[in-house]
């Protein structure tokens, strides 16, 4: 069966790709910038295990051997769904595999916007991290004492309200529906803004969630915010986040994601010195990468037996 891995693998990564042969897989690497190599890999191959590049109804039109697209991770707004379906190609995730790493690196950039790492890293690096201005200390913050709230409550924040409350945070969240949960309290979206002190995202994008976080969402929020994104940047109305920490009420932001990626180099964020900035790595760990692998590698199996496959995404 042969596999099309839109990625660049590193050593490890190479020689456990290599060892799938034993398993009946021909799995052929793609590096992200080929992209005529990969519109010609597409022509003959089974399956395609898609990680962030999108795959548009023409990428599907032009795999005529084309029977799954494995995402190698949760959100699949990256895919043309509806044209995988209508051309009889299934579309799957692997929800949880890259929770714990997404979890860590949330916190990494609550942590990171709290104590202003940025600044401090780049002043250090200048050799001026011993003469910062003292008013600098008015935008330094800990955890303790916080009011953490979530949008979107799935595994990801679950994770983290433990390891926040025994840090001293309370935990509120907003959720399609209310959860019997007992360390984390529902709020209303608009009531959850208000009262919030670290604002963490963790919903897909679609077409009710893009730029559900606007001007009005943060004018609602406290002077002194946080706001932390690993989720999508087309949830969040980027021009209103770059006014809110230029003008406030944010004191500072952790982002793995943005509205285009790669991020534009004249993107108004990168002059901000209270963000933390990420290139969607969140979910990168090599411990990810096994987990995804092995999801990948069973669903190849399956469809190669025709089994029913694991986390099958249908067209909503």
């Not at 395609?48 to 999108?54: A, C, D, M």
């Not at 986040?241 to 108004?268: F, N, Q, W």
Request: some cysteine.
């Amino acid at each position: 069966m042969k596999v099309v891995f839109h990625y660049s693998a590193g050593t490890e990564l190479y020689e456990e790709l290599s060892s799938l042969r034993e398993q009946g897989l021909s799995v052929q690497q793609i590096a992200v910038e080929d992209t005529k190599g990969f519109e010609q890999a597409l022509r003959d191959c089974e399956v395609l295990w898609h990680v962030l590049e999108p795959i548009t109804s023409q990428h599907i039109n032009n795999a005529p051997n084309l029977k799954l697209i494995q995402k190698i991770g949760v959100g699949v707004n990256t895919i043309d769904v509806k044209a995988a379906e209508a051309n009889g190609v299934s579309v799957c995730n692997m929800p949880g595999t890259n929770s714990q790493a997404v979890a860590e690196m949330t916190l990494l950039l609550m942590l990171s916007a709290l104590r202003q790492v940025s600044y401090f890293d780049t002043k250090t690096r200048e050799g001026l991290g011993w003469s910062f201005p003292p008013n600098i200390q008015d935008s330094l913050g800990e955890i303790s004492g916080k009011t953490v709230g979530f949008v979107g409550y799935g595994e990801i924040p679950q994770r983290l309200a433990p390891i926040l409350k025994s840090m001293g945070a309370r935990i509120l969240y907003n959720a399609s529906v209310p959860k019997d949960i007992d360390d984390s309290e529902f709020q209303e979206l608009d009531q959850l803004l208000e009262v919030v002190d670290i604002l963490s995202l963790h919903i897909p994008l679609t077409q009710e969630t893009t730029n559900l976080i606007d001007k009005s969402s943060f004018r609602k929020m406290k002077p002194g915010s946080v706001f932390v994104n690993t989720s999508r940047g087309g949830v969040v109305d980027q021009d209103a986040l770059v006014y809110a920490l230029k003008h406030g009420p944010l004191r500072a932001a952790g982002l793995d994601v943005y509205a285009t990626e790669p991020i534009s180099m004249t993107d108004p964020l990168l002059a901000l010195k209270n963000v933390t900035l990420m290139p969607h790595i969140a979910w990168l760990t090599s411990e990810t990468i096994k987990r995804s692998i092995a999801v990948a590698t069973e669903n190849c199996l399956r469809l190669r037996i025709g089994k029913e496959l694991l986390y099958r995404v249908s067209v909503n």
